[in-house]
């Protein structure tokens, strides 16, 4: 709904001034006066339209709590009757 507004606004707007404006002119600035008129016209209205929509808003996520596992895994040198080693072994507290 607000951007059908917006969008017959925008429209209403540009039709308006296509119709009751004159023909622009090059002598004493007045193109210049025109783009510049446009410009702030624009500004005015684009700001007018980004500030009638609601702001972000964050919410954080709740927190997750995880407990430790009861077993890990740990390196465990070993003598293997040639040579020190290692293996992965399963320790439960």
Do not use: H, N
Not at 68 to 93: K, T
């Amino acid at each position: 709904m607000k951007k059908t507004l917006a969008a017959l606004v925008a429209v209403t707007t540009i039709a308006g001034s296509l119709a009751v404006a004159p023909a622009a002119k090059a002598g004493d600035g007045a193109v210049a006066a025109g783009v510049a008129g446009g410009l702030i016209g624009g500004a005015l209205l684009g700001g007018a339209i980004a500030a009638s929509r609601p702001a972000p808003v964050y919410v954080a996520p709740a927190p997750v709590y995880v407990e430790e596992a009861p077993c890990r895994w740990v390196r465990e040198r070993f003598w293997d009757g040639y040579g020190w080693r290692f293996r992965r072994v399963q320790v439960c507290d």
